[in-house]
T-cell receptor, first 112, second 115 residues
């Protein structure tokens, strides 16, 4: 079983839709959870991060972590064509030595 | 503020050739990383560095070498290019202090083809 699983999509939605992106993981030591957004031919950029369980909201984006289910989600409300990108989840354990483990990324397309 | 700068943006190599991918950051970050990204495969860590003079292997280090002589620069060396090294390479940096959230800043990538 891979440490981080993410459905690669592609996912296509109409403008204004609510988008749900998800990752599952197997390592119960993961404490830090992130979502990176990557536009075509660009490097990833940090979008959201959370520590341990709970929700975090930033504008149209909400990150949710359920450590009991080893499941994280990113919700995008009122999706826009500019949200079209690949979204990568990433996570690491609580120690000072570990490195980020990335999911494969989900390609999202928001149609006008 | 330039952030993380990678050069070149594109390169075509013949099998067996060597090259160095350059990476520099101006944020005084202690950690630097090299990743490769293949279609549908996510980001794989090649090498990383926790500070000048200290480097360590990541998940896929074979065929690559790195050095970190300064805080700012972290070049990646391919000695004998193989078709399996065709990929997009990303350099990243972060300011990590103990056990903390990892906020990586990425460069814009180098598209490398080995033919």
């Amino acid at each position: 079983q891979k440490e981080v699983e993410q459905d690669p999509g592609p996912l296509s939605v109409p403008e204004g839709a609510i988008v749900s992106l998800n990752c599952t993981y197997s390592n119960s030591a993961f404490q830090y959870f992130m979502w990176y957004r990557q536009y075509s031919r660009k490097g990833p950029e940090l979008l959201m991060y959370t520590y341990s369980s709970g929700n975090k909201e930033d504008g149209r984006f909400t990150a949710q972590v359920d450590k009991s289910s080893k499941y994280i989600s990113l919700f995008i409300r009122d999706s826009q064509p500019s949200d079209s990108a690949t979204y990568l989840c990433a996570m690491k354990d609580g120690g000072s030595q570990g490195n980020l483990i990335f999911g494969k990324g989900t390609k999202l397309s928001v149609k006008p | 503020n330039a952030g993380v700068t990678q050069t070149p943006k594109f390169r075509i190599l013949k099998i067996g050739q060597s090259m160095t991918l350059q990476c520099t950051q101006d944020m005084n970050h202690n950690y630097m990383y090299w990743y490769r990204q293949d279609p549908g495969m996510g980001l794989k860590l090649i090498y990383y560095s926790v500070g000048a003079g200290i480097t360590d292997k990541g998940e896929v280090p074979n065929g690559y070498n790195v050095s970190r002589s300064t805080t700012e620069d972290f070049p990646l060396r391919l000695e004998l290019a193989a078709p399996s090294q065709t990929s997009v390479y990303f350099c990243a940096s972060s300011l990590r202090e103990g056990a903390t959230n990892e906020k990586l800043f990425f460069g814009s990538g180098t598209q490398l083809s080995v033919l």
